[in-house]
């Protein structure tokens, strides 16, 4: 069964494997002791750390090892933010950044301080020189991914990093989908990573701090890691995470490339074989392994719960695979289509043959889905045209409004308008993005008795 989630976890690397089952019988003792068994535990942890922040791009006595990636973020963010008080307690951060970064600023607004989101073009990148503009006298952090999550677009790092250092403000990257490609260069301040993302085992995360950094540990600290990450250190994991990051690394390049041909195959193919879908994320400026592509017409939860029929594991960004049932914060931020969304991440080795069935597969379980839910093939002119129509799509989630919109659209002539009413809050994202695949005018959003009104004058 081909597995196309590597974004959210990568397959454990045969050295990772190997490197943990060997350091079960060497690294169980106390690194802190000094008798014979937990020298050579300590021995295991300075090698791995060596081999880390060889990877990373810093010195080893500037990386600690934390429990996981998330637990990094939020160590880093607070770490800084408590260190550098003086200087204030204002926080800048993309608006596509990991939930993590976005649960310390939460955590910051509560605790009185605030952050400031930058946009993102339909992309999903930022603009460095917006990203400067946001910074203020009182700007203790700035956060910034060096790569997306959802749709696998690169961030200009290297520039950004640039402008926060001459404005005198430690840059946070968020490394996790990108270090196992290669180290993050630029002049950021502090910089996280997660093993499971690049093969290495779950429960073992990075945090780099560059000396110089104003840093202050929060909550009980102990002498484990600097300080910086309390408890007892998981030396297996931590060896295995150490060595499938240096296999990984020094097969990067070729893999890299035999990758990026697989998933240019998947962005050339699928608005070919499969009607009304956009593919998102900046196409050069990308991860080599990861696309993402958004369907009309379908939710995503069906769309993956085919496709794991059929034998594909996938994820998505759609709402629907949330238990909070919000859109993606990332396809939001872009102005993209949010249901439907559908992210391919090829893990190493992936084969021709596997994304060649994936893409036998993919048409039918659109078109099925469609067929359930009762999607227009195309908008159905009307004999009698109507200058403009109401579509009640009230407590009907997406994308049933955008499916309802578009099969009325050819029932008003050209210049007329169509009104959808609905109160789930996806519409108010879906139905822009319909218009634009479309080519179709947007007029915008007015009140109504119950959720929104959004008006769409037709061109075509």
Known sequence: MPYFDAASSAPLHPVARQALQASLDEGWADPARLYREGRRAALLLDAARET???????RPDEL???????????????????????????????????????????????????FTEVPVDRTGAVDPSAYGRALRPDTALACLQSANHEVGTEQPVVETAGICAEAGVPLLVDAAQSLGWGPVTGRWSLLTAS????????????????????????????????????GFENIPAIVAAAASLRAVRAEAEAEAERLRALVNRIRTAVPELVPDVEVVGDPVRRLPHLVTFSCLYVDGETVLHELDRAGFSVSSGSSCTSSTLTPSHVLKAMGVL?????????????????????????PGVVA???????????????????ASLVVDALGRRCPIPVIELAKVIGEVPVGGTVTVLSDDEAARLDIPAWCTMREQEYVGEEPADRGSAYVVRRLL
């Open 368 to 386: 099925e889905v469609r067929e359930r839910l009762g999607a227009p093939a195309a908008p159905a002119p009307s004999a009698e045209p109507r």
């Open 195 to 230: 093993a499971h993302k690049w093969g290495g085992p779950a429960g073992v995360g990075l945090l780099a701090v560059r000396k110089g950094v104003r840093f202050a540990p929060q909550g009980p600290v102990d002498e484990r890691e600097s300080g910086r990450a309390a």
């Open 52 to 58: 880390a922040a060889e990877a990373v791009g810093c």
């Open 64 to 114: 600690v090892f934390t429990s996981s990636g998330t637990r990094a973020v939020h160590s880093g963010i607070a770490g800084v933010l408590s260190g550098r008080r003086r200087v204030g307690s204002h926080l800048v951060l993309s608006a596509v950044e990991h939930s993590s970064v976005f649960h310390s600023a939460a955590a910051l607004e509560a605790a009185g301080g605030s």
């Open 338 to 362: 949010t249901e439907g969304n559908i992210r391919v991440s090829l893990p190493a080795r992936t084969t021709e043959e596997e994304v060649g069935r994936f893409l036998d597969v993919l």
